[in-house]
């Protein structure tokens, strides 16, 4: 597992050694499963795109998830796409979000549509901190036209990209930052690192490995 030394809620990051969470809850013998006990773990089913959803209010589709209630557990699954997790303080109370951004979710800004969703509940984008965790590093990641032209219009700061590699987590740490979010990089890239499911490297293998943070 990996963590943020930014946040202070309970979070992880998982890898291979925790578990394969494709498509269902984690198994009942991962390590994760076992620091989540007593507290409400929710995923949504990924698409790729820029909604986000408020856990508990019945959304089934999404690609980030706002935890708003004590207990409540927010996740995504990811296997060479971005997760990230959110914190902040309102009041007595703590918000916090998990983000599925591959590339089509960050061209879509979900990222700042997340932000925005915080915002509206009280947590202005000042007052957050962020971890980026481990995904596909640009060392990986030689892409198409139509995704340097997509992450083009999103990008907040220049050098995410040398030629067709794209550094897919400098792209969102830097529209975290942009914003006023306090955000950091954690992990290493999935395809250099057997320890963590990557579709690039296995796409018919691969499992899904976990980004989760509890409110």
């Known amino acids: 597992m990996y963590r943020s030394t930014l946040l202070s809620r309970p979070h992880?990051?998982?890898?291979?050694?925790?578990?394969?969470?494709?498509?269902?809850?984690?198994?009942?013998?991962s390590r994760l499963l076992a620091r989540l006990q007593g507290r409400q773990l929710f995923m949504l089913r990924q698409v790729h795109g820029n909604a986000i959803h408020v856990a508990g209010e019945g959304a089934a589709e999404g690609d980030a998830l706002i935890g708003a209630s004590p207990g409540?557990?927010?996740?995504?699954?990811?296997?060479?796409?971005?997760?990230?997790?959110?914190?902040g303080r309102v009041g007595d109370r703590w918000l916090v979000a998990a983000?599925?951004?591959?590339?089509?979710?960050?061209?879509?800004?979900?990222?700042?549509?997340?932000?925005?969703r915080l915002a509206a509940l009280g947590a202005a984008p000042g007052t957050l901190r962020a971890?980026?965790?481990?995904?596909?590093?640009p060392c990986c990641y030689e892409v198409g036209e139509e995704v340097i032209d997509g992450l083009s219009r999103v990008a907040a700061a220049?050098?995410?990209?040398?030629?067709?590699q794209v550094d897919l987590?400098?792209?969102?740490?830097?529209?975290?930052?942009?914003?006023?979010?306090?955000?950091?990089?954690?992990?290493?890239?999935?395809?250099?690192?057997?320890g963590l499911w990557s579709h690039r490297r296995d796409p018919a293998g691969a499992g899904r490995q976990v980004g989760a943070i509890c409110a």
């Not at 557990?73 to 914190?87: N, Y």
């Open 12 to 29: 992880a990051f998982t890898g291979v050694d925790d578990g394969d969470f494709m498509g269902a809850p984690p198994d009942p013998a």
């Open 131 to 137: 971890a980026v965790g481990p995904a596909i590093g």
């Open 169 to 194: 987590r400098k792209v969102n740490l830097d529209i975290l930052r942009a914003a006023g979010v306090q955000a950091e990089q954690v992990g290493p890239c999935t395809r250099c690192t057997p």
């Open 158 to 164: 220049p050098g995410w990209r040398e030629g067709r």
């Open 99 to 116: 983000v599925h951004a591959g590339w089509r979710g960050t061209a879509a800004d979900i990222v700042r549509h997340t932000l925005q």
């Open 72 to 87: 409540q557990v927010v996740a995504v699954r990811v296997a060479d796409c971005v997760p990230i997790l959110i914190e």
